[in-house]
């Protein structure tokens, strides 16, 4: 599977990006999707994962409530709607492909394909 993220850019504190990820190569909905984040000086860190049916997602507490999570499997495209961004959101955004097992899907090694990141810088 190959990923291609897009969609980040510079935004004010409070405001809203929305990323995509879209996929090529092997069959899309095999696969669960999730968004990792990297932010300079930082180790990646999981940001939020959706379940290849796209019934369930999972979030961290860091953007819960902020994040919303989906995919579109007949566009074979994964999205991230971000509000109400933050200065601390700032980062490279990552989209990652796998099917890791529950107690592993905000682990990285969980996931066997990346996209190249995009990314984004909220400012105060």
């Known amino acids: 599977v190959q990923l291609q993220a897009s969609g980040g850019g510079l935004v004010q504190d409070g405001g809203s990006l929305r990323l995509s990820c879209a996929a090529s190569?092997?069959?899309?909905?095999?696969?669960?999707m999730a968004w990792f984040r990297q932010a300079p000086g930082n180790e990646r860190e999981f940001v939020v994962g959706i379940r290849k049916s796209g019934g369930r997602t999972y979030y961290s507490d860091s953007v819960k409530g902020r994040f919303t999570i989906s995919r579109d499997n007949d566009k074979s495209t994964v999205y991230l709607q971000m509000n109400s961004l933050k200065p601390e959101d700032t980062a490279v955004y990552y989209c990652?492909?796998?099917?890791?097992?529950?107690?592993?899907?905000?682990?990285?090694?969980?996931?066997?394909?990346w996209g190249q990141g995009t990314l984004v810088t909220v400012s105060s």
């Open positions: 990652a492909a796998g099917n890791p097992i529950l107690s592993s899907i905000s682990s990285a090694d969980a996931y066997y394909y």
């Open positions: 190569g092997r069959a899309f909905n095999n696969y669960g």
